[in-house]
T-cell receptor
Framework: AQKVTQAQTEISVVEKEDVTLDCVYE???????LFWYKQPPSGELVFLIR??????QNEISGRYSWNFQKSTSSFNFTITASQVVDSAVYFC????????????FGQGTRLTINP | AAGVIQSPRHLIKEKRETATLKCYPI?????VYWYQQGPGQDPQFLIS???????DKGSIPDRFSAQQFSDYHSELNMSSLELGDSALYFC??????????????FGPGTRLTVL
């Protein structure tokens, strides 16, 4: 069975600090996708990134970066120079690669950026 | 760019009543998913449709049913509502046949309150 664990329930930092959100996953599939979604206080789920299990290359998008390590089954998310607008709940998710497969979400990490 | 549309955005019902939630996927997307998110919880997969056929089923109560229509919009029908059905219901869509994998884009959600 697939499982995603986000051990950090809540994180609070001061603006401009760097922060890393951890994600560890379990799956028996050799091919799968990993995702990060952001849920701001308004409630919608915003897609941030999708990573194929065959692609371990790290990715940077502005202040956001992702570190995928298959050896440790981790897909961590770092925000550099955090801003108040980054405050949200962040979900890591996993899906199989075949067919219209469901997303299995982690429990989410509530990130609060204080001014 | 067009996003997933959900209606209504808010719905208040009494116990034992019925509710119908509607979802309009991103144009040309062929797959629709429904998720339920309880307060402080991660989204839980309910059901999905690919090309108007049910493709996967999660922990959806027997009181719930869903379908995808010829124009690809989907409806989630909920009967004999219970207090525990109060939640945020998300619809997501993806384009499985487009070679972009199964990145799911979420609608803004329907907040259902059962009194």
């Amino acid at each position: 069975a697939q499982k995603v664990t986000q051990a950090q329930t809540e994180i609070s930092v001061v603006e401009k600090e760097d922060v890393t959100l951890d994600c560890v996953y379990e799956t028996r599939d050799t091919t799968y996708y990993l995702f990060w979604y952001k849920q701001p206080p308004s409630g919608e789920l915003v897609f941030l990134i999708r990573r194929n299990s065959f692609d371990e290359q790290n990715e940077i998008s502005g202040r956001y970066s992702w570190n995928f390590q298959k050896s440790t089954s981790s897909f961590n998310f770092t925000i550099t120079a955090s801003q108040v607008v980054d405050s949200a709940v962040y979900f890591c998710a996993l899906s199989e690669s075949q067919g219209a497969q469901k997303l299995v979400f982690g429990q989410g990490t509530r990130l609060t950026i204080n001014p | 760019a067009a996003g997933v549309i959900q209606s209504p955005r808010h719905l208040i019902k009494e116990k034992r009543e019925t509710a119908t939630l509607k979802c309009y996927p991103i144009p040309r997307h062929d797959t629709v998913y429904w998720y339920q998110q309880g307060p402080g919880q991660d989204p839980q997969f309910l059901i999905s449709f690919y090309e108007k056929m049910q493709s996967d089923k999660g922990s959806i109560p027997d009181r719930f049913s869903a379908q995808q229509f010829s124009d690809y919009h989907s409806e989630l029908n909920m009967s004999s509502l219970e207090l525990g059905d109060s939640a945020l219901y998300f619809c997501a869509s993806s384009l499985l046949s487009g070679g972009t994998g199964d990145t799911q884009y979420f609608g803004p959600g329907t907040r259902l309150t059962v009194l």
